[in-house]
């Protein structure tokens, strides 16, 4: 069979989340940054028009025009390697412009 580091080089391409540790780290940031938890959840799924409808008289119009993004993993184009964050930013999206919105790069 594969020995641990034999699959350790196949998984190269591969971020191992500790779903206890990511709870407990996200339970500890909504002490100081209320509304993390509903961010997180909400960033990691979307909703269609059918089912936003049957929460249409229930929930705030803002939160179901929000539920309908999706996010995604991009490459961001070489041009900008070794840029910082706000200069990547600020010459390649403009979400009023272009309904893209840059939260993290990596």
Do not use: W
Not at 37 to 43: D, E, F, P, Q, S
Not at 53 to 82: I, M, Q, R, S
Request: hydrophobic residues 40%; neutral net charge; glycine residues 8%.
């Amino acid at each position: 069979g594969l020995q641990l580091p034999d699959c350790l080089a196949l998984a190269s391409n591969v971020t191992a989340l500790c779903i206890t540790s990511f709870k407990t780290g996200l339970l500890s940031k909504s002490c100081t940054c209320p509304g993390i938890i509903a961010l997180v959840g909400n960033l990691a799924f979307s909703s269609d028009k059918k089912r936003q409808a049957e929460f249409k008289d229930t929930l705030p119009t803002e939160y179901l025009h929000g539920v309908e993004y999706e996010v995604y993993k991009v490459k961001v184009p070489l041009d900008y390697k070794n840029q910082k964050f706000g200069e990547v930013l600020h010459h390649l999206f403009n979400f009023k412009d272009s309904g893209v919105l840059l939260f993290g790069m990596g």
